[in-house]
């Protein structure tokens, strides 16, 4: 069986959300690879050298070198390990993660070229990012999605009286917590009863500017911090409608998660989501930052039972696709 290194940013644990490294590097250990990763420091600089220190220590054994590949400081960790890797005459494999990846194609013309056409191959988790760098003229491109597994979802299903809405994700800018608790208000004013769940660890201080704002609009909201999977998959059968008020956007694992789960879901039309979500057929989306179109599609599922029920039976059935006994196929086909 094939040796892997896989370099990313192995941070699970304390106040940080699980990431690709720690979920894809235990599922292919499963599958017989014998998996190496990269890094669990903290120190972003001492990251970087970790990295790279362990592709030069393992340059005689490593089949492949898995890089996770993001669109901020990260893609310069990309940049530097897919350099070494040249160097050493290493296959590597840039998983592409993050919404923002296309404009940084744009940005670091150079980098970009450097890095992906050299690769061995480049996996893209959504066929949003696929669009994208073909555009820019990548086609060593292959498409395998995240992945779930699917057992550990119960579909059950809901019904949408009380409005008890879920938001599961890091709190940061990007990702806009502030509309979901702008979301509350504006039906906490039109006289519905609704209450607000956010799950997630805070990453950049907006949970203290959101609880402020929570404090001054007097809505009710629950902060639970960051939950294991299993927890918050728990915490989910109390609540009937998922929202995902994202400005920028790949294919989160969290929506497909609420998917499998029968949640109900309305999500900012950003990046990568109208490539997960057939908007009206297995759930909706809506304008960005955009309070109305939250409430709007809100009240189409409260008023519309049955359309609703139809519409996350249909997304169970989507995501049922994502499950990696399925996803592992084109993992063993690509490096085995």
């Known amino acids: 069986m094939k040796n892997l290194l896989y370099i990313g940013n ?3 644990g304390g ?12 599922n292919l250990k499963r599958e017989g690879f014998r998996v190496k990763t990269a890094s669990s420091k903290k120190n972003k600089f001492l990251r970087l050298l970790d990295m790279l220190r362990c592709i030069y220590k393992n340059r005689n054994n490593a089949d492949f070198v898995l890089i996770d590949t993001y669109s901020t ?11 070494l890797c040249r160097i050493l ?71 949408v009286k009380k409005l008890k809405l879920l938001w599961v994700r890091s709190f940061s800018k990007i990702y806009n917590p502030f509309l979901a608790v702008e979301i509350a208000d504006a039906l906490k004013n039109k006289g519905y009863d609704v209450e607000l769940c956010m799950v997630g660890p805070d990453k950049d201080g907006s949970l203290l500017e959101i609880k402020s704002l929570v404090k001054e609009l007097k809505v009710d909201v629950k902060f639970t911090g960051k939950l294991s999977k299993e927890a918050w998959i ?9 929202i995902n008020t994202t400005n920028v956007d790949n294919t989160p694992v969290s929506v497909i998660e609420a998917m499998a789960l029968g949640l109900p879901v309305i999500s ?46 249909k997304a169970r059935e989507k995501v049922e696709s994502f499950d990696w006994e399925v996803v592992k196929q084109d993992w063993l086909k690509l490096l085995s």
């Open 268 to 313: 900012t039309n950003v990046g990568g989501m109208p490539f997960l979500i057939d908007n009206e057929v297995d759930g909706l989306l809506v304008k960005p930052n955009n309070v109305d179109s939250f409430v709007l599609a809100i009240k189409k599922l409260k008023n519309s039972e049955i359309d609703t029920e139809q519409m996350v039976k």
């Open 15 to 26: 106040n940080k959300t699980v990431t690709t490294i720690d979920t894809l590097s235990k």
């Open 89 to 159: 005459n290493l296959k590597y494999i840039p998983i592409l993660h993050g919404g923002d990846l296309p404009k940084r194609l744009k940005k670091s013309p150079r980098f970009s070229i450097e890095i992906f056409k050299n690769a061995y191959i480049n996996i893209t988790p959504s066929k949003y990012l696929m669009s994208a760098f073909e555009k820019e003229g990548f086609n060593n491109l292959v498409y395998i999605p995240n992945s779930i597994e699917i057992k550990n979802y119960n579909y059950s299903k809901r019904v």
């Open 234 to 242: 728990v915490l989910s059968k109390d609540y009937n409608v998922f």
């Open 73 to 83: 400081l990260n893609f310069y960790y990309t940049y530097m390990c897919s350099k």
């Open 10 to 12: 192995k941070l699970e």
